[in-house]
């Protein structure tokens, strides 16, 4: 069973800031089984990326992600308030067939 | 507009049974593999269960296997998930959630508001 780590658990920043948020996988992973996800309060998850770098329809470019391997990163180039959330990676694979980061949190500082 | 409506939360004693629907609207449902996903309080996400757009093939977290039962019905553009012998550690919001379409890569690009679970006695 791959397991992917997150990292830091929670960071606190400020509106304007630019934000690099890491998942690292226990195994290496196709770049095309990762995606990337934000989560606010009392909402469901929203896709923000597929496929490591893709941006999911409607995604404001200053999301990007990268990475390969084992290391995968959630760029965000310049917070908006909207941006403070939950963000979660992903990885599809075979058992189990979906597997999610726990989570790190974005606070405002 | 395109959406997915979960129902059939609600709580239930250990042990009991409870059937979650996933409504699908404005969508092929047909043509997209399905997925349900939960959170407990407070914690991140687990995938629970997929099924493939025509239904032939299901898939099973180990920590539900033989309990939960997933199903689809394309006739009726809706997604089930059979709950059996519920417990305590199954409580959570359960998401219904929909596999990005063709050839793109393995993502939820459409998640339902997402309906409770509660099981304690």
């Known amino acids: 069973e791959i397991v992917l780590t997150q990292s830091p658990g929670t960071l606190s920043l400020s509106p304007g800031e630019r934000v690099t948020l890491s998942c690292r996988a226990s195994?290496?992973?196709?770049?095309?089984?990762l995606a990337w996800y934000q989560q606010k309060p009392g909402q469901a998850p929203r896709l923000l990326i597929y496929g490591a770098s893709s941006r999911a329809t409607g995604i404001p470019d200053r999301f990007s992600g990268s990475g390969s391997g084992t290391d995968f990163t959630l760029t965000i180039s310049r917070l908006e308030p909207e941006d403070f959330a939950v963000y979660y990676c992903?990885?599809?694979?075979?058992?189990?067939?979906?597997?999610f980061g726990q989570g790190t949190k974005l606070e405002i500082k | 507009e395109v959406q997915l409506l979960e129902s059939g939360g609600g709580l239930i004693q250990p042990g009991g049974s409870l059937r979650l629907s996933c409504a699908a609207s404005?969508?092929?449902?047909?043509?997209?593999?399905m997925s349900w996903v939960r959170q407990a309080p407070g914690k991140g996400l687990e995938w629970v269960s997929a099924i493939t757009a025509s239904g032939a093939g299901t898939y099973y977290a180990d920590s539900v296997k033989g309990r939960f039962t997933i199903s689809r019905d394309n006739s009726k553009n809706t997604l089930y998930l059979q709950m059996n012998s519920l417990r305590v550690e199954d409580t959570a919001i359960y998401y219904c959630?929909?596999?990005?379409?063709?050839?793109?890569?393995?993502?939820?690009?459409?998640w339902g508001q997402g309906t409770m679970v509660t099981v304690s006695s």
């Open positions: 404005r969508f092929t449902f047909s043509t997209y593999a």
């Open positions: 195994q290496s992973v196709s770049s095309r089984s």
């Open positions: 959630a929909r596999r990005l379409g063709g050839d793109l890569p393995a993502a939820f690009d459409l």
């Open positions: 992903q990885q599809f694979g075979s058992s189990p067939l979906y597997t």
